[in-house]
């Protein structure tokens, strides 16, 4: 096991956030996880960004389980410009340290969440 405490994943969407961060059970496998976003925030994420990517690199996709099309973009956190293809779009994630380790494995892994 690992003690990675140091990805944080912010999520803005209107007046909610939410953060993420490594699960404890973290494989060393070099394993990829498919991690679902919790099912409120499925297709409702406008907003997200890698605040750790010295040590992590992160893929967002439009599916479940990691399927369909990515986007991986660690600068820039607003998924409305561009083609604005990602905008309310993002099913599934997934964090792989910088040496090939599985940052996260579970939907557990996300926390906060709060209405304000």
């Given amino acids: 096991m690992f003690n990675l405490k140091a990805i944080t994943l912010l999520l803005t969407m209107g007046i909610m956030s939410v953060t993420a961060a490594p699960a404890s059970d973290v494989s060393s496998e070099g394993e990829l996880v498919a991690l679902d976003v919790p099912s409120s925030y499925n297709d409702y994420i406008s907003s997200i ?8 690199h992160c893929v967002w996709y439009e599916h479940g389980g990691c399927r369909g099309r990515s986007y991986s973009n660690q600068e ?5 410009d561009g083609n604005g293809f990602f905008s309310d779009r993002i099913s599934s994630w997934r964090c792989n340290t910088k040496q090939g380790r599985v940052a996260a494995a579970g939907v557990d892994a996300v926390e906060g969440g709060e209405q304000q």
Avoid: S
Avoid at 49 to 56: S, T
Avoid at 76 to 80: E, R, V, Y
């Fill in 49 to 56: 960004k890698n605040l750790d990517k010295g040590r992590f």
């Fill in 76 to 80: 820039d956190a607003n998924l409305h």
